[in-house]
Structure formats: C-alpha cells, structure tokens
C-alpha cells in the first residue's frame, strides 16, 4: 500500500501548491478537492472502483473432481488483543471460511482435496500470513495432511510464482482459488502468468463488528478504506501489464 499512500500525499501536495501559489484558481482548486472528498465519502467512488475489478464467478461450481487443490492468498495480519497475537485481517477471516467450505464440499467425493495456504510477512509483524491461516484452518477442524504452507511471498505475483510449483503437474488436479472480489482479477491474471487457470471463488467481505465505537462514522472510514484498496489493485493490474510489456513478468 505504499504506492498508493504515496500518490495520494503527492496529490494532496499538489493541491495545496495550486491554492497556495495559484490564487486565481483557488475557487476551481477547492471545487475540485471537495468533489473528491464527496465522491469518496459518499462511496461513489470506491464502488465505481471495485466493481470493476469483480470477475464473473461459475455458478454453480463445477463437480469436484477426484483431486482438488484450493489455493487461498493472504491479505496481511493485525494484532489482536484479545489473543494476544497476531491473526489474519478481517477480510481474510472470510477466507478461512469459505476455504473450509470449498474444501467440506470436494473432500466428501475427491480422492484428494489440499488447501495451500500463501502468504509471507511483509507487514513484518514476525508471522508469515500463511502460518496465521494455517493455525486458524486447524482450529476449524482441517486436518494437518490436507494443508501446504507457503510462507515466503510478500505479493501477489510471488503468491502465484511460488505456490504453482506446489501444485504438481498442472492439468492433473482441479485449481480454486479463494480470495477477496477486490483481489481476485489481479491474482488470477498472476496465476495465468504462470499457466495455472484456476476457478475463482471469491470470499464475502467482513460483517461490521458488534459493538462498534466507531459505528457512527465506520461507512465514511469503510468508504476511505476501500478507496485506497481500489487503488491499490488497478495500479496492480497496470503495473502487471508495463511489466509483461518489458518481459519482467
């Protein structure tokens, strides 16, 4: 999130520079900044954002065939206090438990059904997001011998560039791969990078939380939140095809 962190500090510089030296076009630059702020507040923004980034899902899902890899990205790690360690965030709590109900569903007819499990620390909170998952995925009853960890990668395309290798012969087992709507059309164009196409099943975005002190303010922030992860995600997939164009991926 850097990047987009950056763009929008040197957006915001920009703007003070225009209304600090540009005096006559201060009515159009503080037009302009509240035009912004109206069309991130309200969500007309964000959701221009990430509904484009949605690929459309096979419902239903094709029949499981007799093996069956599940592949479920990271999305980074937060601190909670009650446990008093680091879990997954609460977009990737999603994850889990769509995971576990993909993987319920094959494993009941498949021969084989294994869940890999990608995610490094580049948050550098000391616990690679896979492991965060992994512990959580054995808590909900998935058994250790079903479960590949690939805890190295710090972004998308490491997610595809080292967990297809895991995957064995490609072509010999059925793919899904489970993430976040928002995330998804990057991580499948990463994943076709490396000749792997799998079947995307996206994860719900997390429920407000119950007792929520900053209920009454949390759609304005939701909405600021999402704007930065839109961003994020089509400077992704642009940065995705400048670098196929130079052959760097």
């Known amino acids: 999130m850097l990047l987009v962190e950056t763009l929008f500090v040197l957006l915001v510089v920009g ?8 005096p006559a076009w201060r009515w159009l630059t503080v037009s302009a900044g509240a035009v ?20 459309a899902e096979i419902r239903p899902l094709p029949p499981c065939a007799s093996s069956v890899s599940i592949v479920v990205l990271g999305g980074g790690t937060r601190f909670d206090d009650d446990l008093n360690q680091y879990v997954p965030q609460r977009d990737s709590e999603t994850k889990e438990l769509t995971a576990r109900a993909l993987y ?24 690679p997001e896979a492991e965060a998952f992994h512990r959580d995925m054995l808590a909900l009853g998935i058994p250790e011998r079903d479960m590949r960890v690939e805890g190295k990668s710090l972004n998308t395309y490491q997610n595809a560039k080292f967990t297809t290798p895991m ?11 489970v993430t976040t709507p928002y995330h ?4 499948l164009a990463m994943f076709g990078r490396f000749g792997v196409d799998p079947i ?28 930065v992860i839109g961003t994020h995600e089509w ?3 642009l940065q995705l095809k400048v670098y196929s164009a130079l052959g760097w991926y």
């Open 184 to 187: 998804m059309r990057r991580a």
């Open 167 to 177: 995957l064995g012969a490609l072509g010999s087992t059925q793919v899904y791969l």
């Open 15 to 22: 703007w003070y520079v225009v209304f600090r030296w540009l």
């Open 104 to 127: 319920e569903r094959c494993k009941s007819v498949s021969a084989s059904c294994t869940l890999y499990l990608s995610g490094g620390d580049p948050q550098k909170h000391g616990i």
């Open 235 to 237: 400077l992704g997939l």
């Open 200 to 227: 995307a099943v996206e994860s719900p975005l997390s429920p407000p939380r119950a007792h929520d002190l900053l209920r009454p303010i949390r759609p304005l922030l939701e909405n600021v939140r999402f704007t």
């Open 36 to 55: 912004c702020i109206v069309a991130v507040l309200s969500g007309w923004l964000p959701s221009h954002l990430l509904e484009r980034l949605r690929v």
